[in-house]
C-alpha cells in the first residue's frame, strides 16, 4: 500500500507547550486509526496528531 499523504495544519509540541504550524506524513496505527507525524520547526521534538478514521 503505497501512502504518500500528507497533513498539513495544527500540531501541539508538548516540549514548547505550544500550538505550531507543521507539515507531516500521515501513518496509520496498528489500531487502525490516522496520525499525522511531524517535527516541530522550533525545538525539532515528534510530533503528532490523531485524525478521523479514514
Same mark, same amino acid.
Given at each position: 500500500?503505497?501512502?504518500? %499523504?500528507? @497533513? /498539513?495544519? %495544527?500540531? @501541539? =509540541?508538548? +516540549? =514548547? +507547550? %505550544? &500550538? #505550531?504550524?507543521? %507539515?507531516? +506524513?500521515?501513518?496509520?496505527?496498528?489500531?487502525? #486509526? #490516522?496520525? /499525522? &507525524? /511531524? &517535527?516541530?520547526?522550533? =525545538?525539532?521534538?515528534?510530533?503528532? #496528531?490523531?485524525?478521523?478514521? /479514514?
Amino acid at each position: 500500500m503505497a501512502n504518500d %499523504e500528507t @497533513y /498539513a495544519g %495544527e500540531f @501541539y =509540541c508538548v +516540549k =514548547c +507547550k %505550544e &500550538k #505550531r504550524t507543521a %507539515e507531516g +506524513k500521515v501513518v496509520v496505527s496498528e489500531n487502525g #486509526r #490516522r496520525m /499525522a &507525524k /511531524a &517535527k516541530c520547526p522550533v =525545538c525539532g521534538t515528534n510530533l503528532n #496528531r490523531i485524525l478521523g478514521k /479514514a
